[in-house]
């Protein structure tokens, strides 16, 4: 079992930035692929980025491409989330998790843990 912790959330004007953290209460997350997703009023929960435990694979979602960035800390069993130029739109939950794969993945169903989410919101 993995427990994941997201911190990091809160109120930011429009083109401010935040950092958000996750971390994982066991050593054996540091084999798992970490991605982050996001879920707004209304709307599906949709993914923005995972990260492969060798940190050699990272994916985005098209809207945060060149605008956040995902890495994960020396242990690996931490990883963050990087978000600058930030937009209204990106508000939203954003929660954690963790999938027992090789690669990062992209869908909700294939991620094993997941974590309680912090709220991210953008004012104009």
């Known amino acids: 079992q993995v427990q994941l912790v997201e911190s990091g959330g809160g109120l930011v004007q429009a083109g401010g930035s935040l950092r958000l953290s996750c971390a994982a209460s066991?050593?054996?997350?540091?084999?798992?692929?970490m991605g982050w997703f996001r879920q707004a009023p209304g709307k599906e929960r949709e993914f923005v980025a995972a990260i492969s435990s060798s940190l050699l694979n990272t994916n985005y979602a098209d809207s945060v491409k060149g605008r956040f960035t995902i890495s994960r800390g020396s242990a690996k069993n931490t990883v963050y989330l990087q978000m600058n130029s930030l937009k209204p739109d990106d508000t939203a939950v954003y929660y954690c998790?963790?999938?027992?794969?090789?690669?990062?993945?992209?869908?909700?169903?294939?991620?094993?843990?997941w974590g309680q989410g912090t709220q991210v919101t953008v004012s104009s």
């Open positions: 998790a963790a999938a027992n794969r090789l690669i990062p993945v992209v869908g909700p169903k294939e991620y094993d843990y």
């Open positions: 066991t050593r054996s997350s540091i084999n798992y692929v």
